[in-house]
């Protein structure tokens, strides 16, 4: 979602002012403080709305009330405060339910959950039948070529990134341009110039030739695997080392959570892992060379007996 709202902040920055949610003030504290900050000179308004139970998001509709809703990614976090990812679903479309039109990756559960007066604007990588059909992706040096499928034309935009998360991301906002009908041209030359957002996913030169992915932003399993992704489309190095603390809202016992990290570890090739945090020392013995740390202080006091040399290091917390 922030990723989503800095790069729309980005590129229709030119031709409105706008007002956005600082951060991730996505909360029941948060969306209201990003509110307040609205003056007369604001003529776009982009804010998030995040909610981790239910009955949460019916508060911050009406706080918001978005003309325009775009539904980013449905993840993991949060899983917890929900019985089932249908019921997580129907909760997070209370914010839509006035919205003129929602903005999303084609999923017949979101379908059957908008109101009546609302338009869809939906795009997929599998079926035609939508509004944007993207047909191809294609890595192209540290770039990804996007092609897609709108109002029968074909179009062809470039991003600079490889990762799957920034795709999806990208194309949430070339919705938004295509809906504010901006040409070909503009949504190229714009689309080719975002940036890392700061918040997460920042490559790092790092001591000893390594480099570090700081994603210190925040730690549940589906964030985990978008930031595994990203590290195997940056990594230049044979050895990967993931520094992970301990993991939150996946709705999911810590057997079960943690038997599923060691399997994405294990997919991903990583060569070690530093566990910090009491839950992840508590399940050292499911991951192969690794080491464990009950606290913050207790890895740094280590930190000279670690060795980093010529490797990528991921940090997830």
Known sequence: KTIVKEWLNFLLSPDYNIIRSPK????????????????????????????????????????????????????SAHDEGFASL???????????????????????????????????????FVSENV????????LKNDNTSIQYRYKGNSFELTIPFQDKASIENAISCLLVLLYFKYDEKTIQNRMELLYPVEMRLKVKNGINNCSIIDDSYSSDFQ????????????????????????IFQSGLTNEELYSKVAQLIVSNKITRVIGIGEVISSFENKFTNCVTFKNTEAFISSFDDLDFNNETILIKG
Do not use: C
Request: hydrophobic share 40%.
């Open 223 to 246: 964030s985990l695997k978008i930031a595994l992704d990203f590290l195997e489309s940056q990594n230049k190095r044979q050895k990967k080392t993931l520094i992970l603390s301990d």
């Open 24 to 75: 991730s003030y996505n909360s029941q504290v948060g969306v209201p403080l990003s509110v307040l900050a609205i003056n007369e000179k604001h003529n776009l308004g982009i804010f998030e709305a995040g909610i981790s139970t239910g009955s949460e998001m019916e508060k911050l509709e009406p706080i918001i009330k978005p003309t325009i809703g775009i539904l980013t990614s449905i993840g």
């Open 131 to 138: 509004d944007v059909f993207v047909f191809k992706t294609a």
């Open 86 to 124: 249908e019921e997580k679903i129907k909760e997070k479309m209370l914010l839509f339910e006035d919205s003129e039109v929602v903005i999303y990756q084609k999923n017949d559960t979101v379908d059957s959950y908008i109101s009546k007066i609302t338009k869809a604007f939906t795009w997929s």
